[in-house]
């Protein structure tokens, strides 16, 4: 997987999967946008990357800023050639009848119509160059129903559809597009949780652990580089098999 000095933007890159996945491109031989939302985290992950990556400040549920952070971004590096979108919320977790719909809203534009404005910004230089790589973070809500959590699994199913379609809309143009799925992955969020509640996360995954950051992006990697020229269309979960269990 050498990225020979390709142009490759991930998006909710300041901390955990992104950040992450953002070295390891680097190590790799790519040049990286990294797009996020804090700027200071921002700043101090693209400065440990070195010059071979650049931080553009933006809240992706911005279109505006997102759109600019993304002319930015092939303003310094040339035209993105691979797309990382990974930024996202949670959505909260509370009963469907007493669910906020600001926060549905909310959640619903930055999980998945955020990933349709970058697609749509970056795909015309891919099809002008005929290739490129889009790769989306998903979840296991994307394949499977959650309780309390209405706007996230709506989100998150509906993004692994936009990856489909564009998949299949684009393949013609030598542009793949898929949908990585995290499962329990150790991130700032499942670091902050009691010890009790991560053993009995453990517990329901098949493997008996919680995935990495770095088994993640290892995936995400492969996905985006020509390694992966012939996948396209798919969600790929990197779950230790919980999706495979009876039950998430």
Same mark, same amino acid.
């Given at each position: ?41 921002? +700043? ?30 092939? +303003? ?11 930024? #996202? ?40 160059? #005929? ?6 973070? #998903? ?5 499977? #129903? ?32 898929? *949908? ?10 499942? +670091? ?18 919680? $995935?990495? *950051? ?20 798919? +969600?790929?979960?990197?779950?230790? $098999? ?7």
């Amino acid at each position: 997987m050498n990225f020979n000095g390709k142009h490759i933007c991930v998006t909710g890159a300041s901390s955990g999967i992104g950040l992450v996945a953002a070295r390891m491109l680097v190590e790799r031989g790519a040049r990286v946008s990294l797009i996020a939302r804090r700027k200071d985290k921002l +700043d101090e992950g693209s400065a440990e990357l070195g010059d071979k990556a650049a931080g553009f400040a933006a809240d992706v549920g911005d279109k505006a800023a997102l759109e600019a952070a993304l002319d930015a971004a092939a +303003d310094h590096f040339g035209p993105i050639e691979g797309l990382f979108a990974n930024a #996202g919320l949670t959505g909260g977790f509370t009963p469907f009848t007493a669910f906020d719909p600001e926060v549905f809203a909310e959640t619903v534009k930055v999980n998945l119509t955020s990933v349709f404005w970058a697609a749509q910004k970056v795909i015309p230089a891919m099809i002008e160059a #005929g290739k490129g790589s889009i790769l989306v973070t #998903g979840s296991m809500g994307s394949k499977r #129903g959650m309780a309390m959590n209405p706007a996230y699994v709506a989100s998150k199913h509906g993004v692994l559809g936009l990856t489909r379609a564009i998949a299949v809309e684009m393949a013609p143009h030598g542009i793949r597009a898929n *949908c990585i799925i995290p499962g329990f992955i150790v991130t700032e969020a499942l +670091d902050r949780i009691p010890e009790e509640q991560k053993g009995k996360i453990e517990a329901r995954v098949p493997q008996r652990r919680m $995935g990495s *950051c770095e088994e993640l992006a290892e995936v995400a990697c492969f996905l985006l580089s020509d390694a992966a020229s012939h996948v396209t269309g798919q +969600d790929w979960a990197v779950d230790g $098999g919980v999706l495979e269990s009876i039950e998430v």
